[in-house]
């Protein structure tokens, strides 16, 4: 099991992402916490293969954190979940060996495909031995540095590229019954392929909230 330490300032944030985390088939969560010395105390403690690290932390930078963290005794890789979009803290956190940035909000799918890239690249690493190939390196190195994630079983390319073309052509975000429609899609299989696209970092996901009930799911095309 890939044991995993979430890091958020808000409760409830940290309850959800906790959840998705739980539901991911290899995966566990050994705390979840809200502060930065209290991540730096947590991972001492409980020793996790991965952290979910919020930047935004009430009594230091999660950028601070991921910095101490470098020099820890026990390796440990953190993947950076905020809602900061600034090019300086994305460069930050890379330089500080983030292995992936995940921007808020986002689906649960999107962080699933990130568990999974982290995943396959620690078996990959495991079982290469202890030299690897040049191609070898820039496929762990373009997984962890978030390259396109494969595309989940079930779903096709030539589908993808066509839910792709018609959120891009829309210039607006849309649901993921709007997309079923533009497509002559299920809803459903509709909003997997948004979800991939989210997750390849093609797309991104706006709540749209309402006067009651939970927000609608939107999607824009970044590209």
């Known amino acids: ?68 963290l470098r020099g820890v005794s026990h390796p440990v890789d953190v993947l950076v979940i905020t809602a900061a979009r600034d090019v300086d803290t994305v460069r930050a956190a890379m330089r500080g060996g983030a292995v992936n940035y995940l921007i808020k909000p986002f ?9 999974g890239q982290y995943a396959d690249t620690r078996r990959q690493l495991a079982a290469v031995g202890s030299e690897v190939r040049q191609d070898e390196v820039d496929r762990f190195f373009g997984a962890a540095r978030g390259g396109p ?24 975000d849309v649901s993921a019954a709007e997309a079923a ?26 709540p749209k909230y309402g006067t009651a009930g939970r927000p609608e799911h939107r999607y824009r095309w970044t590209g």
């Not at 890939?2 to 940290?14: K, Y």
């Open 1 to 68: 099991m890939i044991r995993v330490l979430v890091v958020d300032d808000d409760f409830m944030v940290a309850r959800i992402h906790s959840g998705y985390v739980a539901r991911v088939p290899g995966f566990t969560v050994v705390d979840a916490v809200h502060t930065g010395r209290a991540a730096i105390a947590a991972v001492a403690e409980h020793r996790p293969d991965l952290v979910l690290l919020d930047i935004y932390l009430p009594d230091m930078s999660g950028l601070d954190v991921l910095t101490t």
């Open 107 to 115: 689906t649960a799918g999107a962080l699933t495909e990130r568990l």
């Open 149 to 172: 994630p494969p595309l989940p079983k079930g779903l096709s390319a030539t589908t993808c590229g066509l839910v792709a073309d018609a959120l891009r052509e829309t210039g607006t």
């Open 181 to 206: 429609a533009l497509t002559g899609l299920s809803r459903v299989s509709a909003r997997r392929y948004l979800e991939y696209l989210c997750a390849a970092g093609q797309a991104e996901l706006r």
